[in-house]
């Protein structure tokens, strides 16, 4: 699976945008991008994933570069509750039900702040 | 959502004894669930892969003898830590393939402490 880059840290002030930066640029074809956040002493949550197309959810939106070499999650309107590590992750996801396996880095620490 | 739950939350266990983490996918079927183990200040690391029916996968590194796993049931697997020592005191945390879907749904973690 291809490599990811995050920032070790942001700052956020709560109601304005998050955006979070993940660089991939040895992602391959068939590698979707997935983001997952991990609150304090928490288990991971899934946020979204994407191929090649932005993606918009209830929680977030995620934007694809052209060349997928890169992408960006933003949580429209931040929280103090969005505070958390932020993992972007790339993985195969095969036609037979398969998928490779999730690899952590070391993500993104976002801290919201009034 | 997909639920997964772990029990026990919480575990102080004395070194040299073993100790039994339940995970349990609550709303979906999971034939394949993972193990993860995460020390302070770090990033998860997977430990163990496991799926219905036959012997879990270990990853490099992680000893199959002293982490046992058992994934007996499309809903449930266990993670036993033998003979346990105080360097075993991490984050244990697992997660669960929904069959019908590619999501992986993680459980809240059990904390372990080896005294």
């Known amino acids: 699976d291809a490599k990811t880059t995050q920032p070790p840290s942001m700052d956020c002030a709560e109601g304005r945008a998050a955006n979070l930066p993940c660089n991939h640029s040895?992602?391959?074809?068939?590698?979707?991008v997935y983001w997952y956040r991990q609150i304090h002493s928490q288990g991971p949550q899934y946020i979204i994933h994407?191929?090649?197309n932005n993606e918009t959810n209830e929680m977030a939106s995620l934007i694809i570069t052209e060349d997928r070499k890169s992408s960006t999650l933003i949580l429209p309107h931040a929280t103090l509750r969005d505070t958390a590590v932020y993992y972007c992750?790339?993985?195969?996801?095969?036609?037979?039900?398969?998928?490779?396996?999730?690899?952590f880095g070391t993500g993104t620490r976002l801290q919201v702040t009034l | 959502g997909a639920v997964v739950s772990q029990h026990p939350s919480r575990v102080i266990c004395k070194s040299g004894t073993s100790v039994k983490i339940e995970c349990r996918s609550l709303?979906?079927?999971?034939?394949?669930m993972f193990w993860y183990r995460q020390f302070p200040k770090q990033s998860l690391m997977l430990m163990a892969t496991?799926?219905?029916?036959?012997?879990?996968?270990?990853e490099q590194g992680v000893e199959k003898d002293k982490f046992l796993i058992n994934h007996a049931s499309l809903t449930l697997s266990t993670l036993t830590v033998t003979s346990a020592h105080p360097e075993d005191s991490s984050f244990y945390i697992c997660?669960?393939?929904?069959?019908?879907?590619?999501?992986?749904?993680f459980g809240p973690g059990t904390r372990l402490t080896v005294t």
């Open positions: 994407g191929l090649k």
């Open positions: 992750i790339v993985r195969v996801l095969l036609n037979t039900g398969t998928a490779s396996k999730l690899t």
């Open positions: 040895t992602i391959s074809g068939n590698e979707y």
């Open positions: 496991s799926n219905e029916g036959s012997k879990a996968t270990y």
């Open positions: 997660s669960a393939r929904d069959i019908r879907v590619y999501e992986q749904y």
């Open positions: 709303d979906f079927q999971a034939t394949t």
